[in-house]
């Protein structure tokens, strides 16, 4: 990142960076997490040497609380310019940022970027609600498989049944990504996520996988590209190259910057990956506030991580 990026004053400045908090947390002013009052005259803003920066008093419920409060940010010790620095890293990279290098470039322990980045995914969860597709478009849908892919790992045995399923779901009109980690990706599976995640007036774009056959009736259309034919847009114009390219950059990023990833946590960088595709017409800065809107209402525990 260019010099400029780290001299912006949230990276730098607490209290910018608080402030900057509150304003994508309470756009309208504070709301109490613990009772839900947003009557600004029933808020007041303690301040004076007694009192810690940025702390708050409801009248209605009788408590204190902060911008970190109800959040994945609430009880870290981390201060505030490292969240965000850390939160524009994982936002700046197409293929997201190693825990190593949070560490180097932060100053934590390993361990705590580790768990910072596992915060941050958390708050990356999709916050599009809802069908996709709603409007009858197109959608992509494909399956792969990830992990146990050196030969020379002690316990590697071959076939897709040893390794993690992910199916994917693009909107090539909107860009929107969905991608989920399955035990087997088998025509159950692919359904249940299907009908959860897609709009059935929607047109239904796949390979010639036998897993789509059925459920492609369901849809307002099924459109088919055979791959094993060597054809990547068929004769209607539909293609799979969205959801594809979607596989490649995670791929490469699980490769190239992650290099490994437990079958345990997997969800969580699909979740990481799905939200910067979907995001990716934005700028870096735009994209790091969009992630920061998530934290609201998440809680992840050390423990809970692994």
Known sequence: MS?????????????????????????????????GNSAQDKIAKLEGKSSRPGLYYCNECKGQFTVTVGTVFERSKV????????????????????????????????????FMMHRLREAMTDVYKGPMSGDGGTIEADETYYGNTSKRAKHYKKGHSQKSGVVALVDPATGHARAFAVK??????????????????????????????????????????????????NRDGFTTNHVENFFGIFKKGMVGVYHFCGEQHLQRYLTEFSFRYTNRHVTDGERTALAMQGIEGKRLTYRSAH
């Open 79 to 114: 201060p505030l310019t490292k969240w965000w620095m850390a939160a524009h890293m994982l936002n700046s990279g197409k293929k997201g940022v190693s825990a190593h290098e949070i560490h180097r470039v932060l100053g934590v322990t390993y361990k705590t970027a580790w």
């Open 3 to 35: 010099k400029a990026v780290f001299q912006n004053p949230i990276f730098q400045d607490e209290t910018k960076a608080r402030e900057a908090l509150e304003a994508i947390r309470w756009p309208e002013g504070p709301i109490c997490p613990h009772c």
């Open 184 to 233: 087997s990706a088998t025509a159950h599976t692919v359904r249940d996520i299907l009908v959860k995640n897609v709009s059935r007036k929607a047109a239904l774009v796949t390979d010639e996988s036998a897993l789509y056959t059925k459920v492609g009736q369901e849809y307002g259309m099924h459109q088919t590209v055979l791959h094993a034919g060597r054809e990547y847009v």
